[in-house]
């Protein structure tokens, strides 16, 4: 059975910016949606603690070849690791200002975006038939030309947003309606 997973970024929730949203839209179709609340901040975020508890969900079956991701932020290039890291094959990872190895936003969020980071992320194509990766051209937290890497490095589809800051309520995007025809 589909099912899908919401994953919020560095320093945010399942309550943030249009997560909510999208998860509420998803479940009114009859869909299965997880939204963990990965731990945030100095000291608590970083792959290992993100990564114990994507484990429980996989060793609970529930991330498997019939699964989407959709992350924002950083969450994408951890997805990516952990696929890759893990063997996991998923249906589609959905990429909302998705980005790697890049360093210079601020001492606190390169310390805990640090170790999310890899050298092999265009591997994570192995693990997903579909990877639609969505970003903009004024990001006020990542550079634009660290997204199109980043986008790309592994994306089957892009989706360019003008004038989409980082996709997240400070940008006016409490709602997403764009992502639901990728879904």
Not at 55 to 69: A, R
């Amino acid at each position: 059975m589909e099912n899908y997973f919401i994953i919020h970024g560095s320093f945010s929730s399942p309550y943030s910016n249009w997560i909510g949203w999208l998860h509420d839209f998803i479940e009114t179709d009859g869909k299965q949606v997880y939204v963990p609340n990965f731990p945030i901040g100095v000291g608590y975020q970083n792959y290992e603690n993100w990564s114990k508890l994507f484990q429980y969900y996989l060793d609970l079956g529930l991330i498997h070849e019939n699964t989407v991701i959709v992350a924002h932020s950083i969450a994408p290039v951890f997805v990516a690791k952990f696929l890759v890291e893990h063997k996991v094959k998923i249906k589609k990872l959905i990429s909302v200002c998705g980005f790697n190895n890049y360093l210079g936003i601020d001492k606190e969020y390169d310390e805990v975006n640090r170790t999310m980071y890899f050298d092999n992320l265009q591997e994570v194509k192995q693990y997903t038939n579909e990877i639609i990766c969505f970003y903009s051209d004024n990001d006020p937290y990542v550079k634009q030309e660290i997204e199109k890497e980043f986008v790309e490095t592994i994306a089957t589809e892009q989706v360019f947003i003008p004038k989409a800051g980082h996709i997240n309520s400070e940008s006016g995007y409490d709602t997403f309606e764009e992502i639901v025809s990728y879904l």
